[in-house]
């Protein structure tokens, strides 16, 4: 059966005006496609939430992380961030403060516009679940020595870091979380 991926795996990408062709840029592309298939798909949620006890939502999760990571932000901004819409953004926040794992805190210069904030309760969850996805990723690489560990973590640190430096978007760009 034919791979469906595969004239992805091997399309080139034509930098800039010079016509030549980087597969090793077509690669990357793909490969971190299917790791943002992998990493948001419901099972490896259902999974989480089974062994962290945390039952808060996709779209929750990354609201809490990014409130942790960027600090008190809008509705608005979250919102923009994640790419959601606005009454999507709501309902979320919501959720997530009726759980107690943020609050909600008008702005002092405007009253139609509140901030939220991660809880201690929220941290614990988040952590909770950093800790899961910590321990998933010693399974699945287990068998690679902590060298090349090291190399991969470095690797992926500054390719987020690039990509966010060389972001057009206005959208709230979080700092890696570090711990």
């Known amino acids: 059966m034919p791979d469906p991926a595969r004239h992805l795996r091997t399309a080139c990408i034509w930098v800039q005006d010079d016509r030549v ?3 090793h840029l077509s690669e990357l592309a793909t490969a971190l496609n299917a790791l943002t298939r992998l990493a948001s798909s419901a099972r490896f949620h259902d999974e989480t939430v089974r062994a962290t006890g945390v039952r808060v939502s996709r779209s929750g999760l990354r609201f809490l992380s ?3 990571d960027a600090g008190p932000l809008s509705g608005s901004q979250l919102a923009e961030a994640l790419d959601l ?3 999507t953004a709501s309902r979320t926040l919501q959720s997530l403060e009726s759980e107690g794992l943020v609050t909600r805190q008008p702005s002092a210069s405007d009253g139609r516009v509140s901030y939220y904030a ?3 309760r929220g941290r614990k ?3 909770k679940v ?8 010693a399974a699945g ?3 690679v020595a902590a060298d090349r560990r090291a190399q991969l973590a470095d690797a992926v640190t500054e390719l987020v870091d690039l990509l966010h430096r060389s972001s ?3 959208a709230v760009v979080p700092p890696r979380r570090t711990a």
Do not use: E, I, Y
Request: proline share 7%; glycine share 4%; net charge negative.
């Open 21 to 23: 062709p980087d597969t």
């Open 66 to 68: 990014l409130v942790a």
């Open 85 to 87: 819409s606005q009454p």
């Open 118 to 120: 991660v809880t201690s």
């Open 125 to 127: 969850a988040l952590d």
């Open 130 to 137: 950093h800790a899961f996805h910590v321990r998933q990723l």
């Open 141 to 143: 690489l287990g068998d």
């Open 168 to 170: 057009q978007s206005n």
